[in-house]
T-cell receptor, first 115, second 115 residues
């Protein structure tokens, strides 16, 4: 069975500050890991994905995440927050090498950015 | 190119009525997923279609929920005898499975309100 835990349902940062959104996963098989962003009244947009290649993954809008197998973590970071980063962020896991399995999502973290 | 589209964007219905939600996936995508997003439960997988294979219905919460996919393209999610707990945003996603991660592309969702 697989699961995802996102620590902190709400994170607040100042504009220009480091963004760190935490995600831990549980999986008995090699995982694929994803971060999605959801802006108000919109669908989910893929930020980045880990698919067993490089452990440091770079995504869109300056975000990156590092896969750490020993810590079963896939935290999302951005060096400098922008006001436009305010949104809800979801970490998700699925089974590697088994195309078509559904995504299992964390509960989400709402990011607020203040000026 | 065109993304995943869903209709209607909003649906208000009375308890006990049936509703149909439509999803148009990205052209050429072989896999189609339905998810439900609600305040209490987060993002939950409902059903998955892949080509002509039998769908994975393991996430459907009750037999009031059903879905079909015609011609390997458009999908309709039907909820019979709606209940207030069915109120949620229903998200559709599609992906092209080519042996890789097959990342899923999401539509904007249908917000269902059962009164």
């Amino acid at each position: 069975a697989q699961s995802v835990t996102q620590l902190g349902s709400h994170v607040s940062v100042s504009e220009g500050a480091l963004v760190l959104l935490r995600c831990n996963y549980s999986s008995s098989v090699p995982p694929y890991l994803f971060w999605y962003v959801q802006y108000p009244n919109q669908g989910l947009q893929l930020l980045l994905k880990y698919t067993s290649a490089a452990t440091l993954v770079k995504g869109i809008n300056g975000f990156e995440a590092e896969f750490k197998k020993s810590a079963t973590s896939f935290h999302l970071t951005k060096p400098s927050a922008h006001m436009s980063d305010a949104a809800e962020y979801f970490c998700a896991v699925t089974q590697a090498n088994q195309a078509g399995t559904a995504l299992i999502f964390g509960k989400g973290t709402t990011l607020s950015v203040s000026s | 190119g065109a993304g995943v589209s869903q209709s209607p964007s909003n649906k208000v219905t009375e308890k006990g009525k049936d509703v149909e939600l439509r999803c148009d996936p990205i052209s050429g995508h072989t896999a189609l997923y339905w998810y439900r997003q609600s305040l209490g439960q987060g993002l939950e997988f409902l059903i998955y279609f892949q080509g002509n294979s039998a769908p994975d219905k393991s996430g459907l919460p009750s037999d009031r929920f059903s879905a079909e996919r015609t011609g390997g393209s458009v999908s309709t999610l039907t909820i019979q005898r709606t209940q207030q707990e069915d109120s949620a945003v229903y998200l559709c996603a599609s992906s092209f499975l080519s042996g890789g991660a097959g990342e899923q592309y999401f539509g904007p969702g249908t917000r269902l309100t059962v009164t």
